[in-house]
């Protein structure tokens, strides 16, 4: 099949540091164009891919000049698939609703993944417009705020089989991935890492709008020793970070709609410890890739069980649920049912 995929722009695809929607797309393109299928990409200039690029925008707008309006890029990917629309089978976007007047108007089969959170004001009454729209959930968390949209499938994301070398010893440490802001609780894994007294590693990055936050909460409890900074990691740091730690705290405080650095962590056999929240349960197997908890009382608790779990079965459960190719496989399904049915 002739498949377009939509970008965000934000980050190149790859990016080049923190962005897993973005790394999503990359494995799910390659993987795509592996299989056969003849992919264009509309993504920043500074993307790396296997399929066709059309570069819609010179670099990603978070490491190109400041000051560029991202609506104004926007608006030129989506010229640009409307432009180009009948070179394909199929058109994928990823950039929520924004193409859905132009894709709905194409006569091209198209669908979104809808990557983020969707309990956003005024989000219903966009959606709404475009009852006809099919969408695709991450998880089946994630639709609970829309219950009305047009879902034709809820596919978790993958990763590469062989991207992250699995350990099986228990590290001495816990991990803590993710951006910096309160609703990932980066507060609650520091109180937590010091009940038990384990050290707590934080690879993370610290957003513009989070900076007093960060000045303010953390810092101060950032001491080097029991609680060590080390910054954004890309894929080449990522996995001795995560295969080397006992277990990844992920306490959230938000409707997470999937969560890429659970299945990371299980890639290199690496147990989650998570708040049941958003799509937490859907991921996690309590007892058997980690444990679920309500709170840091029962966190607490659970990282002294942690050494219990059996690491292989933590790498297996991956390997059975969360790679890229499957994720490609059910993409494929649906690409395949929208064309049929056009």
């Not at 219903?124 to 994630?142: E, L, M, R, Y």
């Not at 989650?272 to 309590?286: L, M």
Request: aromatic fraction near 8%.
């Amino acid at each position: 099949m002739r498949i377009a995929q939509l970008a965000p722009l934000a980050e190149s695809v790859p990016p080049k540091l923190y962005g897993g929607t973005e790394w999503v797309i990359a494995w799910l393109v390659d993987e795509l164009v592996d299989r056969g299928h003849d992919v264009t990409l509309f993504a920043s200039g500074d993307s790396a891919t296997k399929a066709k690029l059309h570069a819609v925008w010179p670099r990603a707008l978070r490491l190109g000049r400041k000051g560029v309006d991202p609506n104004a890029a926007c608006a030129l990917l989506i010229e640009a698939i409307g432009e180009r629309a009948r070179d394909f089978d199929v058109i994928h976007s990823h950039v929520d609703w924004l193409p859905l007047p132009v894709l709905s108007r194409t006569g091209v089969p198209f669908l979104t993944t809808m990557h983020g959170r969707l309990d956003l004001p005024g989000l219903p009454d966009v959606i709404g417009t475009f009852p006809k729209a099919p969408f695709v959930s991450i998880s089946d968390n994630q639709r609970r705020p829309l219950p009305d949209a047009k879902w034709i499938a809820t596919i978790p994301h993958g990763l590469p089989k062989d991207l992250f070398r699995p350990s099986y010893e228990a590290g001495a440490y816990l991990a803590f991935l993710g951006r910096l802001t309160a609703e990932k609780g980066p507060e609650a894994a520091i109180r937590i890492a010091r009940a038990v007294q384990m050290p707590l590693r934080i690879a993370a990055k610290i957003p513009r709008a989070e900076t007093t936050y960060f000045k303010k909460k953390l810092e101060p409890e950032i001491d080097g020793k029991s609680v060590q900074l080390i910054g954004e990691v890309d894929e080449i740091r990522k996995q001795p970070f995560l295969a080397g730690a006992a277990a990844l705290l992920f306490p959230i405080d938000w409707p997470e709609p999937f969560g890429l650095v659970m299945i990371e962590a299980m890639a290199c056999g690496t147990p989650v410890i998570a708040y049941r929240s958003g799509s937490v349960p859907e991921v996690v197997e309590d007892g058997v890739t980690g444990f679920i908890v309500d709170g840091e009382e029962q966190a607490i608790e659970a990282i002294k069980k942690v050494v219990r779990l059996d690491r292989r079965k933590v790498r297996a459960r991956f390997e059975e649920r969360f790679i890229a190719s499957r994720m490609a496989r059910e993409y494929e399904k649906r690409y395949r049912e929208l064309v049929a049915g056009r």
